[in-house]
């Protein structure tokens, strides 16, 4: 350190053809070591896999391949039975979304008044998804259906079914009468994001005049700038507008009067989709619903490796506790020393196929040591009662105790580095000690019977 700035100082004074190039080569050299200090003690690489383009014969080999793992498959399978059966049926699928009140149910009546409508129904509950079956003017076969927005707070579940059902339409049209909210821009950057043509369809232009409408026009544009496939269109459905009329005697009253329908912009936009390139809708619907099955599989993959990941953790608790009951003495280092605590960290993070070094688990050991530092003697006094309510421990009470303690750490630890590696896909250091503080904490007392009662049984066992 002192000779390095001995060095700085006399650069200050030297010549600046001298001073230079040595800076220069400080400068360097400085960069490079933050460089490798970053690579050395930053987080690890998330482990992504490159995106390939799914198509139909790579989508089936992937299904093949997860159900010789024991991977679930029925929803991707389900996926492609829907496509195979609209495929067959050569109708055009067009899904009618939009925040409440914008005039979904008004625009239906205007676009199909003698459609027929079709209630879908899952698990004994109406899924609020309806499908109208319409033949246009040019006799093209079309499903309306006319379903939530993506983004329904109320209902996850629904909202997952209307991102769905997007998915497996041909394009979309999304209502307003206003220009569009924060959320409204959201599920539309969503909608584009699954590559889908979209129809944008301010309604109610009644509301306003030529100039306004202008302007909101104007408006949409440059909101959906950076959304390439969009046709923004205005219509007018039936709606009730209150109307004031002068009687012949000069008093005047009012009285609600329909307004009539104009959707000619959107059916001319709608027929220009259908008759533009049929083929290119049919190529992006059978592309977004091959991702559609993609994702189930990736979740069931996920939920096997989850599960896979609780075993592992179950395993390494219960070599735990049998090594601390062995121990002549107790002590807190396997957490840091012990072959233990390397190979669960390591296991844990191959299932996920996440590369992880000697340097990183050290260091996730050691921050945990650090944590656990703070709370041991709370661990050990709330196990120690916990304890009591299992008689029969007898003399071993105070080794039971101590693989308790060790069970409780191993299981908190185990626990909350599955969760990480499940929910972000990288060993996120401090995001697991978090995790594995609070699971110390708020689960203790939850998780002390499972783990006492895990020691009974490792005590049976050697007894036998």
Same mark, same amino acid.
């Given at each position: 350190?002192?000779? &390095?700035?001995?060095?700085?100082?006399?650069?200050?004074?030297?010549?600046?053809?001298?001073?230079?190039?040595?800076?220069?080569?400080?400068?360097?050299?400085?960069?490079?070591?933050?460089?490798?200090?970053?690579?050395?003690?930053?987080?690890?690489?998330?482990?992504?896999?490159?995106?390939?383009?799914?198509?139909?014969?790579?989508?089936?080999?992937?299904?093949?391949?997860?159900?010789?793992?024991?991977?679930?498959?029925?929803?991707?399978?389900?996926?492609?039975?829907?496509?195979?059966?609209?495929?067959?049926?050569?109708?055009?699928?067009?899904?009618?979304?939009?925040?409440?009140?914008?005039?979904?149910?008004? &625009?239906?009546?205007?676009?199909?008044? /003698?459609?027929?409508?079709?209630?879908?129904?899952?698990?004994?509950?109406?899924?609020?998804?309806?499908?109208?079956?319409?033949?246009?003017?040019?006799?093209?076969?079309?499903?309306?259906?006319? #379903?939530?927005?993506?983004?329904?707070?109320?209902?996850?579940? &629904?909202?997952?079914?209307?991102?769905?059902?997007?998915?497996?339409?041909?394009?979309?049209?999304?209502?307003?009468?206003?220009?569009?909210?924060?959320?409204?821009?959201?599920?539309?950057?969503?909608?584009?994001?699954?590559?889908?043509?979209?129809?944008?369809?301010?309604?109610?232009?009644?509301?306003?005049? /030529?100039?306004?409408?202008?302007?909101?026009?104007?408006?949409?544009?440059?909101?959906?700038?950076?959304?390439?496939?969009?046709?923004?269109?205005?219509?007018?459905?039936?709606?009730?507008?209150?109307?004031?009329?002068?009687?012949?005697?000069?008093?005047?009253?009012?009285?609600?009067?329909?307004?009539?329908?104009?959707?000619?912009?959107?059916?001319?936009?709608?027929?220009?989709?259908?008759?533009?390139?049929?083929?290119?809708?049919?190529?992006?619907?059978?592309?977004?619903?091959?991702?559609?099955?993609?994702?189930?599989?990736?979740?069931?993959?996920?939920?096997?490796?989850?599960?896979?990941?609780?075993?592992?953790?179950?395993?390494?608790?219960?070599?735990?506790?049998?090594?601390? #009951?062995?121990?002549?003495?107790?002590?807190?280092?396997?957490?840091? =020393?012990?072959?233990?605590?390397?190979?669960?960290?390591?296991?844990?993070?191959?299932?996920?196929?996440?590369?992880?070094? =000697?340097?990183?688990?050290?260091?996730?050991?050691?921050?945990?040591?650090?944590?656990?530092?703070?709370?041991?003697?709370?661990? #050990?006094?709330? &196990?120690?009662?916990?304890?009591?309510?299992?008689?029969?421990?007898?003399?071993?009470?105070?080794?039971?105790?101590?693989?308790?303690?060790?069970? #409780?750490?191993?299981?908190?630890?185990?626990?909350?580095?599955?969760?990480?590696?499940?929910?972000?896909?990288?060993?996120?250091?401090?995001?697991?000690?978090?995790?594995?503080?609070?699971?110390?904490? /708020?689960?203790?007392?939850?998780?002390?019977?499972?783990?006492?009662?895990?020691?009974?049984?490792?005590?049976?066992?050697?007894?036998?």
């Amino acid at each position: 350190g002192d000779t &390095l700035l001995s060095l700085w100082d006399r650069l200050q004074t030297a010549p600046w053809y001298i001073a230079s190039p040595f800076a220069f080569i400080l400068l360097v050299f400085s960069s490079a070591s933050a460089v490798i200090l970053w690579k050395l003690l930053g987080p690890a690489k998330k482990s992504v896999a490159k995106k390939v383009l799914l198509d139909e014969a790579s989508l089936q080999q992937r299904i093949k391949d997860a159900d010789e793992s024991g991977i679930e498959i029925n929803a991707a399978r389900e996926e492609l039975r829907k496509l195979y059966q609209r495929r067959k049926t050569g109708k055009l699928y067009i899904a009618l979304t939009g925040a409440i009140s914008t005039g979904k149910s008004s &625009l239906v009546n205007s676009l199909l008044p /003698d459609a027929e409508a079709h209630s879908e129904v899952s698990g004994g509950t109406t899924r609020k998804i309806i499908e109208y079956h319409w033949l246009t003017p040019s006799a093209d076969e079309v499903i309306l259906i006319d #379903m939530p927005g993506l983004l329904d707070a109320a209902n996850d579940e &629904l909202s997952h079914i209307a991102r769905s059902e997007a998915i497996r339409a041909h394009l979309v049209i999304y209502l307003c009468d206003s220009d569009l909210t924060r959320q409204q821009l959201h599920e539309l950057k969503l909608l584009a994001e699954l590559k889908k043509p979209l129809i944008l369809a301010l309604n109610k232009s009644d509301w306003y005049s /030529d100039e306004e409408r202008q302007q909101i026009r104007q408006r949409l544009r440059e909101h959906t700038a950076d959304i390439s496939d969009i046709t923004i269109v205005t219509i007018r459905t039936q709606t009730e507008k209150q109307v004031t009329i002068e009687l012949p005697d000069g008093t005047e009253t009012s009285e609600l009067r329909c307004t009539e329908p104009d959707i000619r912009e959107l059916a001319r936009a709608l027929q220009h989709r259908i008759d533009s390139d049929p083929e290119r809708l049919e190529k992006l619907r059978d592309s977004a619903i091959f991702s559609l099955a993609s994702g189930c599989l990736d979740e069931a993959e996920l939920k096997q490796r989850v599960e896979k990941g609780q075993v592992l953790v179950r395993n390494h608790t219960r070599s735990a506790v049998v090594g601390a #009951m062995a121990a002549v003495s107790p002590g807190t280092d396997i957490l840091i =020393q012990g072959a233990l605590g390397i190979s669960l960290i390591k296991n844990l993070c191959s299932l996920y196929d996440i590369p992880v070094s =000697q340097l990183e688990i050290d260091r996730l050991l050691k921050l945990g040591q650090s944590r656990l530092n703070r709370h041991i003697a709370l661990i #050990m006094a709330v &196990l120690g009662n916990a304890l009591k309510a299992f008689p029969g421990l007898g003399t071993l009470a105070g080794g039971a105790l101590h693989a308790v303690t060790y069970g #409780m750490i191993f299981d908190a630890l185990g626990r909350s580095l599955n969760e990480i590696l499940a929910s972000r896909g990288e060993l996120a250091t401090l995001p697991v000690i978090n995790r594995f503080t609070e699971n110390l904490g /708020d689960q203790l007392e939850k998780r002390s019977s499972d783990i006492i009662r895990l020691v009974l049984e490792s005590r049976d066992k050697q007894e036998k």
